[in-house]
């Protein structure tokens, strides 16, 4: 069954103009993790009528990816992420243009970046991240990205912004990636858990019972498909404003969704570096 592109984004008319859906059309976006927070932002860039994705990610889906990623299907087990993610957006859109890379994409950044004016963060790994961050700078690529919280966040970092790294006081700032030590990304991760946890109030909605079985090692980190989904699709928002020009909502500090109480959490002026226990560090590693 043959879909025009314009029946499928009829709907779209009134949030975005005809101008608007042609730039869309035309754009393409680097979506960096296709698993939680990626496969949801890669979903909602196909059906908003994004032209192009490229997707990398070197994980194949898992049973315990069910409860959270979009594309995790129990036909989906098994088979890499990239290539089942791409398949089911081209059941959206056959005319999208979808490229999938595995975990050879980090050595291929300066060949991946002058081609996406935009980024979407939708990974965990730090050492990865801060490449892709400095990669961006370089390129003059915009990443959007999301806290490690147990709340959905988003951020919009553009060329000239900070750097997470920098913002936030990371010990990687100068160290060429390839000299980066377990302990500097470890204390890295440390500071972004932390300073989470002082902006939002995401780490006292977990069950103090289950954290404790987490910190014990007797159960994996919580990921919830409300927190996942949400916080991808704030992410693709964002992409879509950014390749739009839009005057962006969340800025490189970004903002945390409170869905419990229906409050939006900002970093207060003068929140900084923080630290973090090694107890919220455990409790939660990210929205993937």
């Not at 992409?239 to 959490?265: K, M």
Request: net charge negative; charged share 20%.
């Amino acid at each position: 069954m043959s879909i025009a592109y314009a029946e499928m984004t009829e709907r779209n008319a009134g949030f975005l103009t005809e101008r608007d859906q042609r730039v869309l059309r035309a754009s393409s976006v680097f979506v960096c993790g296709v698993g939680g927070m990626g496969g949801a932002a890669a979903h909602v860039l196909a059906r908003a009528g994004v032209g192009r994705l490229t997707l990398a990610d070197p994980d194949c889906f898992e049973a315990s990816n069910l409860n959270r990623q979009t594309f995790a299907f129990v036909d989906t087990l098994g088979v890499p992420k990239t290539e089942a993610t791409r398949d089911a957006l081209l059941r959206i859109n056959p005319e999208m243009r979808v490229e999938a890379l595995g975990a050879e994409w980090v050595g291929r950044l300066d060949q991946i970046l002058p081609r996406h004016r935009v980024v979407v963060n939708g990974m965990d790994d730090v050492r990865a991240g801060i490449q892709l961050y400095r990669g961006a700078r370089e390129h003059g690529a915009t990443v959007v990205d999301a806290y490690t919280s147990p709340h959905p966040s988003v951020t919009l970092v553009r060329p000239d912004d900070p750097r997470p790294e920098e913002r936030l006081g990371f010990p990687t700032i100068g160290v060429p990636a390839e000299e980066l030590t377990d302990e500097q990304l470890r204390a890295a991760f440390l500071i972004e858990v932390g300073y989470a946890s002082r902006v939002s109030s995401g780490i006292s909605r977990l069950v103090p019972d289950v954290v404790g079985e987490i910190l014990a090692g007797r159960r994996p980190r919580s990921s919830f498909a409300p927190i996942v989904i949400l916080a991808g699709s704030l992410m693709a928002f964002e992409a879509i404003g950014c390749l739009l020009g839009w005057e962006s909502g969340a800025g490189c500090e970004g903002y945390f969704v409170d869905p419990w109480s229906g409050r939006i959490e900002r970093p207060p002026a003068g929140v900084a570096r923080a630290g973090a226990s090694a107890a919220h560090a455990a409790a939660w590693g990210g929205g993937a």
